[in-house]
C-alpha cells in the first residue's frame, strides 16, 4: 500500500488527454450513450452517499483506470439505487464515482465505512491536473494519506479554489461486498463518529456485563450451563466485534489483518457453544431426544465452515456462514418451541430471543437480496440484534435460576407442611367431616326422593294391574264368566302379571342393596341354562308381539359370578328388548368367550333411536318408567340395577347405539370349574 502524488501515471498532460477523450466521446457519441450525469456533491454531512454515486462492475477484476475512465464517457456507469452499496457475494470488482465541489479551506474526508473489504483503491483528481492515488484493503497495513481502524478514512487535499474534484473507488473482496461511504467536513466527521461509537459501545458494554455476570455465575453455582452460555457470548461477540465492526485493529494490525484472513473462525465456534448451550438449557436429551441428530448435523456443518475458514476460502465460507445462521436459528428456535409446550415453562425468553434472531436474519437476507435497502440501520441490525438476542438468552437463565429457587423454596415448604401443629392437623379434620356430613345429608336428601317415588310407583304402576286382576276374579266369583271367557282374559292379562313379577322383583332388589350393603356370592353357573329357563318365560311374549329371536351361543358358557343377580340381569336385559323392540322386528342374542371373560349381548331395532341417550340410562338416579312400542310399562330401575350388580361381580356393562340398534352388553369372569351350580 503506497501513496504518490501525480503517479500511475497520473502527470498533468495524462489527466488532460483523459479530459479531451471524455469530450470527444460525448460529443461523438450522443445518442449511443447514455451516461448517468448525477450533480456533484456539495452538503458534507456524516451520511451514506451511495445515491449520488455511479458505479461500474468489472467482471474480469482487470480494468485499468484508463479502460474504467473510456467506459464512464462510454455512459456504462450506473446510478447507486441506494443509500449503501450492496454488490452481493462476487468476485467482480466495482468501480466507484464521486464528484463533489468542497468548501474552500475546509479539511474533508472520504470514509469507507466497513472493515473487511480486501481491495480498496482509491483515486483523486481535480481539473488542475492535482491527483492522489492510494491502494490500501483489509489486508494491508496504514500508510500516508488513509487511516485505517473500523473503516477507511481518506484524507482528501484542501482546496484553495472551490472546483470539482473526482473520485474513482476500486472495490472488491471475496466475501459479501457492501460499501458504505460518507463525504463529510471534519466537525461534521467527529460529529458522525461519536453518535456511531455511543450507540456501539452501548452494546458493547451489554456484551461485557452479560461475559463477566454469567461467567462469575458459573463459578458461584457450578452450573455447567452458563459455562456453555459465556463460551457462547465470548465466541459470538469476538466474531461481531473483531470482524463485523472491525475493531480487531484495538490489538495491533497484525492482529487485525490475520483476523481478515480467517473471518469465520469465531462464527464456527459460536455454532458450537450455541448448540451445546441449547442442549443443556432445554435438557434436550431427555426432554427432545429427536432433536440431538439435528444437533450433531448442524455441529458437523459448523466443523465444515472451521476447516473452510482455516483454510482461507472466504467467499465459500460467507455462503456456509449465511445458510448455517439461518439453520442454526431455525433449529434451536423450534426445539424451544417444542420444549416449552411440553412443560419446559422457563423456554419463553428462549423462544423470544431466538424469534429476534429469525426477525434479524429474515431483514438481513431481504437486504442481502436487494428486496429491502441497506441502510445505516441495516448495517448495525446484526450486532445490536445478537447482542439483544444474547440479553433474552440471560433472561431465559435468570428465569431458570428462578425455577430451581422457587422449587427448593417449595421443597422447604412441604417439609414445614409435615411439621405442623396438632391444631392445624384437628382444623383440617373438622373440615374433612364436615364436607363428609354434608355428602351424607345430600345423600339422604337424594334417598328420601327416591323413597317418595318409589311410593308413586306402588301407588300406580303396580295397583292398576292388580285392579285389573282383582275384577277378573270377582266377575269369576260371581259366576258372570264362563271358563273360555276367565282363560282368554287371563291370558290377556298375563303380560301385565309378568311386569308385575318383574317389578316387584326389581323393587326388592333395590330395597335390600339401599338397606345393606350389595354382597356377592359367586359360583360357577351355566349361562346358557339360564339362558333357556328366562326365554320359556318370554318364548309366549316375543310370539304374541310377532318378534323373532336369533340367539347364537356357544356350548357349555359358564361363567363365575352371583347366580340370583345374573338372573336379575339377563331378565332386565330382555324385558327392556322385548318392551321396545317395535311388532315384527327381531331381537338378537349372543353369548360368547372373549379371552378370560364371558360375553352377552342383546341387541334390539327401536323406534326413534335419537330419543335414546345411554348416558341417562345409565345415570345415578332412578329413571322416569318408560312405555314400550305397545305401552309396556317399565319402573326405571332395570338398567340401574344391572350395571351395578355386573361391576359387582367384576364386570363391564355397556349400552352403545348402532344405526337404529340399540346394543346392551356385559362381560363377566369365566369360570375354569365346568361344573353347573344353576338350579
Not at 481502524?149 to 487535499?157: C, G, K, Q, Y
Not at 472451521?306 to 426445539?335: C, N, R
Not at 338398567?639 to 355386573?646: A, D, G, M, Q
Request: hydrophobic fraction near 45%.
Amino acid at each position: 500500500m503506497f501513496f504518490k502524488q501525480s503517479s500511475y501515471p497520473l502527470n498533468s498532460a495524462y489527466i488532460k488527454a483523459c479530459f479531451k477523450l471524455s469530450l470527444l466521446c460525448i460529443v461523438f457519441f450522443p445518442i449511443a450513450t447514455h451516461a448517468t450525469v448525477l450533480p456533484p456533491i456539495t452538503k458534507f454531512d456524516y451520511l451514506s452517499i451511495g445515491k449520488k454515486v455511479t458505479f461500474f462492475e468489472d467482471k474480469t477484476a482487470k480494468l485499468t483506470l484508463t479502460q474504467i475512465q473510456l467506459a464512464d464517457a462510454q455512459g456504462k456507469f450506473e446510478s447507486g439505487k441506494q443509500s449503501i452499496l450492496n454488490f452481493g457475494n462476487t468476485k467482480s470488482a466495482f468501480w466507484i464515482k464521486v464528484k463533489y465541489v468542497p468548501t474552500k479551506y475546509v479539511q474533508n474526508y472520504f470514509t469507507v465505512d466497513a472493515p473487511n473489504i480486501e481491495n480498496v483503491d482509491f483515486y483523486w483528481f481535480n481539473s488542475l491536473g492535482d491527483s492522489k492515488t492510494i491502494y490500501t484493503g483489509c489486508f494491508l497495513k496504514s500508510v500516508e494519506g488513509v487511516h485505517i481502524t473500523n473503516n477507511f478514512v481518506f484524507t482528501l487535499p484542501v482546496q484553495e479554489v472551490s472546483q470539482e474534484n473526482t473520485i474513482y473507488l476500486r472495490v472488491k473482496t471475496n466475501n459479501i461486498l457492501m460499501v458504505p461511504m460518507k463525504l463529510s467536513a471534519v466537525d461534521k466527521t467527529m460529529q458522525g463518529r461519536i453518535y456511531k461509537d455511543s450507540i456501539e459501545f452501548v452494546y458493547i458494554g451489554i456484551l461485557f456485563a452479560l461475559l463477566l455476570f454469567n461467567l462469575f455465575l458459573f463459578f458461584s453455582i457450578r452450573d455447567v450451563t452458563y459455562l456453555h452460555y459465556t463460551l457462547y457470548v465470548f465466541t459470538l461477540s469476538a466474531y461481531l466485534l473483531l470482524y463485523i465492526r472491525g475493531y480487531s485493529y484495538l490489538f495491533g494490525e497484525d492482529f487485525r489483518i490475520l483476523s481478515n484472513h480467517y473471518p469465520h473462525v469465531f462464527l464456527s465456534l459460536s455454532v458450537f457453544f450455541s448448540l451445546s448451550f441449547c442442549m443443556k438449557f432445554l435438557t434436550l436429551r431427555k426432554l427432545l431426544p429427536g432433536f440431538v441428530k439435528l444437533y450433531y448435523v448442524t455441529a458437523f456443518a459448523g466443523l465444515i465452515l472451521l476447516v473452510v475458514s482455516l483454510a482461507g476460502y472466504k467467499s465459500i465460507g460467507s455462503q456456509i456462514a449465511q445458510f448455517l445462521t439461518i439453520s442454526v436459528a431455525l433449529l434451536v428456535w423450534a426445539s424451544g418451541i417444542v420444549a416449552y409446550f411440553k412443560g419446559h415453562k422457563t423456554a419463553k425468553y428462549y423462544v423470544l430471543a431466538w424469534a429476534f434472531i429469525w426477525v434479524t436474519v429474515a431483514i438481513v437476507t431481504l437486504t442481502l437480496a436487494n428486496v429491502l435497502d441497506s441502510t445505516e440501520f441495516t448495517m448495525q441490525l446484526i450486532p445490536i440484534g445478537s447482542t439483544l438476542e444474547l440479553l433474552l438468552l440471560s433472561f431465559a437463565l435468570g428465569d431458570r435460576y428462578k425455577v430451581i429457587m422457587q422449587t427448593e423454596q417449595s421443597v422447604r415448604d412441604e417439609n414445614l407442611m409435615l411439621v405442623r401443629t396438632q391444631n392445624q392437623r384437628l382444623e383440617e379434620n373438622v373440615t374433612l367431616r364436615t364436607v363428609q356430613l354434608s355428602k351424607t345429608i345430600k345423600e339422604l336428601e337424594a334417598s328420601n326422593a327416591i323413597k317418595n317415588k318409589l311410593f308413586s310407583i306402588i301407588a300406580h304402576d303396580l295397583r292398576s294391574p292388580l285392579n285389573s286382576l282383582i275384577s277378573i276374579l270377582s266377575l269369576n266369583d260371581m259366576e258372570a264368566l264362563t271358563i273360555d271367557e276367565l282363560r282368554v282374559m287371563l291370558k290377556d292379562n298375563k303380560q301385565s302379571i309378568e311386569t308385575i313379577y318383574n317389578t316387584l322383583n326389581n323393587l326388592l332388589y333395590w330395597a335390600k342393596d339401599q338397606m345393606t350393603a350389595v354382597t356377592t356370592e359367586p359360583q360357577t353357573l351355566d349361562l346358557n341354562a339360564l339362558l333357556a329357563e328366562l326365554m320359556l318365560i318370554y318364548q309366549p311374549l316375543l310370539e304374541k308381539k310377532e318378534i323373532d329371536c336369533d340367539i347364537d351361543q356357544v356350548e357349555k358358557c359358564f361363567a363365575y359370578a352371583d347366580i340370583n343377580q345374573i338372573r336379575l340381569v339377563l331378565r332386565n336385559m330382555i324385558d327392556n328388548a322385548f318392551k321396545f323392540t317395535p311388532r315384527g322386528e327381531k331381537i338378537t342374542i349372543n353369548l360368547r368367550y372373549e379371552d378370560d371373560a364371558v360375553a352377552f349381548e342383546i341387541a334390539n331395532p327401536v323406534t326413534d333411536v335419537s330419543k335414546v341417550n345411554a348416558n341417562q340410562l345409565l345415570g345415578l338416579n332412578i329413571t322416569e318408567g318408560t312405555y314400550g312400542t305397545e305401552n309396556e310399562k317399565g319402573v326405571g330401575l332395570g338398567l340401574k340395577l344391572c350395571k351395578e350388580y355386573v361391576e359387582t361381580n367384576k364386570g363391564i356393562f355397556q349400552i352403545n347405539l348402532q344405526g337404529d340398534l340399540v346394543i346392551v352388553s356385559f362381560k363377566i369372569p369365566k369360570s375354569e370349574n365346568l361344573t353347573s351350580f344353576v338350579s
